[in-house]
């Protein structure tokens, strides 16, 4: 019997281990941002705050829905990547399962959503113009591009 609790504690131990393997930045978010501020013709502001960068492992979701509820409408079912310029916090999901299968990587998100921070506290622009998100998503695919390629040339 004992022997049988062995084997299955050791047998879940190794599963638990594999299923939530966290991703983790591969660059600084200073290199990252310095990058997104070039895209965006922008230079250092030293006077605005930097956001808070939160992963998705390491916070309760309640702290994301409290911080997104209002900006978005709605109360979300889990942690995804977006920044909360009222709090002026960054959220990132870390699984690095999702960043396999995408072929994307973590970093990529950061650059995404630092260029939703630059919009909102450097260039002021008003949020719901959904214009925003392909300037995102242009920068995003541009530092993935050359930072973060997931296959060989």
């Given at each position: 019997?004992?022997?049988?609790?062995?084997?299955?504690?050791?047998?879940?131990?190794?599963?638990?281990?594999?299923?939530?393997?966290?991703?983790?930045?591969?660059?600084?978010?200073?290199?990252?941002?310095?990058?997104?501020?070039?895209?965006?013709?922008?230079?250092?502001?030293a006077e605005i705050e930097f956001p808070k960068i939160y992963f998705?492992?390491?916070?309760?979701?309640?702290?994301?829905?409290?911080?997104?509820?209002?900006?978005?409408?709605?109360?979300?079912?889990?942690?995804?990547?977006?920044?909360?310029?009222?709090?002026?916090?960054?959220?990132?999901?870390?699984?690095?399962?999702?960043?396999?299968?995408?072929?994307?990587?973590?970093?990529?998100?950061?650059?995404?959503?630092?260029?939703?921070?630059?919009?909102?506290?450097?260039?002021?622009?008003?949020?719901?113009?959904?214009?925003?998100?392909?300037?995102?998503?242009?920068?995003?695919?541009?530092?993935?591009d050359q930072f973060c390629p997931t296959k060989p040339h």
């Amino acid at each position: 019997m004992k022997k049988t609790i062995l084997i299955t504690s050791v047998l879940f131990l190794s599963c638990a281990g594999l299923a939530a393997k966290p991703a983790v930045l591969k660059y600084s978010p200073d290199a990252i941002f310095d990058f997104v501020l070039a895209q965006k013709k922008q230079t250092l502001n030293a006077e605005i705050e930097f956001p808070k960068i939160y992963f998705k492992s390491q916070i309760p979701l309640k702290q994301f829905q409290d911080a997104i509820e209002k900006q978005w409408n709605l109360r979300p079912a889990e942690v995804t990547n977006a920044y909360a310029f009222d709090n002026n916090e960054i959220y990132l999901m870390d699984d690095a399962d999702y960043y396999i299968k995408t072929e994307r990587c973590m970093d990529d998100s950061l650059a995404h959503e630092l260029v939703h921070y630059v919009q909102a506290k450097y260039q002021k622009f008003d949020m719901n113009d959904e214009s925003l998100e392909w300037d995102a998503v242009d920068i995003q695919t541009a530092f993935r591009d050359q930072f973060c390629p997931t296959k060989p040339h």
